[in-house]
């Protein structure tokens, strides 16, 4: 995707302690690439293998833009291209009971998985280096609504829509090249969904997750869903009446 040997490239990952941007983190290590791992625990970001970390809460402005002056001399300290930024780095709670609606959880799940990617696109994006391609972590829960996610389906279905509007804006300024990659994972093996009390079909590794990340970023692929047999159910349900899916999901997950 870039003229840079990859050890030139840097690649920020948010949400680098765990989970599919843990694997992340170590795939683009892997691969060669100059990896800024960014989290909350610091001692598990000092005991990756990656280039450099940051640590910072990506729901506080003031520490997101904190990092991105950090991470602003790194880059020209060490001569790298920031190449990629993945904004990985979310939460995921249910709504139990409708008519108990949890506005604090609501508020919680929106400002972790929304409200702060906005503060790291603004800290981010101008750093980045020209024919660089910007991640957002979205879900393929975004394609039907699910029963009790209200909040984490919202969340998401607002990445996917900032994700094209960005997209497009950002087209607009072809000097700076900019892609978007929408990132729709189906079920990854994670510590968040180890806690789901419900069945997660063709649930995948994070490690075959970050090896997915990986491809769709560098091919600059707008939307990157996997495993695809899973993202073509719920694309091919998606066309059906209203009426039907809530007949379908509503019951199952009645308790
Ligand atoms: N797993 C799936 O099936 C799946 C499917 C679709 C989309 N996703 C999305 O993929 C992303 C990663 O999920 P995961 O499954 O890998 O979950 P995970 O293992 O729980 O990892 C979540 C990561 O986000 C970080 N994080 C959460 N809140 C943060 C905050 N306020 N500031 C900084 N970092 C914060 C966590 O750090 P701490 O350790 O400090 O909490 C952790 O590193 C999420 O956006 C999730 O919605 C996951």
Redesign the pocket.
């Known amino acids: 995707m870039n003229s840079h040997s990859a050890s030139s490239q840097a690649i920020l990952i ?8 843990l694997a992340c983190a170590n795939y683009y290590t892997s691969q060669g690439f100059h990896v800024i791992a960014c ?3 610091e001692s598990i970001l000092n005991g990756l293998n990656t280039k450099h970390f940051l640590t910072f ?3 506080s402005a003031e520490q997101v833009t904190a990092a991105s002056i950090a991470l602003k001399q790194h880059l020209s300290q060490h001569d790298l291209q920031l190449t990629q930024v993945i904004l ?5 709670e249910y709504i139990e009971n409708v008519f108990e609606f949890d506005a604090a959880l609501f508020s919680r799940v929106i400002t ?2 929304l409200i ?1 990617i906005g503060y790291c696109i603004e800290a981010f994006l101008p750093l980045m280096a020209k024919g660089g391609q910007l991640g957002l ?1 979205s ?2 829960a975004t394609y039907l609504p699910f029963p009790r996610a209200e909040a984490y389906g919202a969340s998401k279905a607002a990445i996917s829509y900032l994700g094209r509007s960005l997209r497009m804006d950002l087209a607009a300024k072809p000097n700076q090249a900019i892609g978007v990659s929408v990132i729709c ?1 189906g ?2 093996k ?4 180890d806690k789901n009390d419900f069945a997660m079909p063709m649930r995948v590794s ?1 490690e075959q997750a970050a090896q997915r990340i990986f491809a769709g970023m560098e091919k600059r692929h707008f939307e990157i869903h996997f495993p695809k047999r899973f993202t073509f159910i719920l694309k091919c349900l998606s066309w059906l009446p209203e009426k039907l899916l809530i007949n379908m999901l509503a019951e199952k997950s009645t308790k």
Do not use: H, Y
Request: proline share 6%.
């Open positions: 948010t949400g680098a302690t765990s989970g599919i941007g989290g909350r625990n809460d990506i729901t990985n780095a979310g939460t995921c972790t998985n702060a972590m879900s393929s994972p079920f990854v994670t510590p968040l969904t994070s």
